[in-house]
């Protein structure tokens, strides 16, 4: 079938071996990114808020659309 390894008295198979090491692998990367260090969330500053836009006259007004619709509606 394929070589294998005798680790602590027991034959492994080689695959076993690789899934067990792209897996640790895999964890070791993906566990501190997912976790985080609460030191490096406080070094980063805020970001400002972004300026709100102000309406101008020929912008679509929708609660004014809807009142007078209801207006209507109500007659």
């Known amino acids: 079938m394929g070589s294998a390894y005798t680790i602590l008295g027991k034959q492994v198979p080689a695959?076993?071996?690789s899934i067990l090491t792209l897996g640790s692998v895999a964890a070791g990367v993906a566990?501190?990114?997912?976790l985080?260090?609460?030191d490096a969330k406080k070094n980063v500053?805020?970001?400002p808020a972004p300026p709100v836009a102000?309406?101008?006259?020929?912008?679509?007004?929708?609660?004014?659309?809807?009142?007078e619709l209801?207006?209507?509606e109500t007659k």
């Open 54 to 67: 102000q309406s101008k006259e020929d912008d679509f007004d929708l609660e004014k659309f809807i009142n």
């Open 70 to 72: 209801t207006k209507e």
């Open 36 to 38: 985080g260090s609460n």
């Open 15 to 17: 695959h076993v071996l």
């Open 45 to 47: 500053p805020a970001k």
């Open 31 to 34: 566990i501190p990114k997912v």
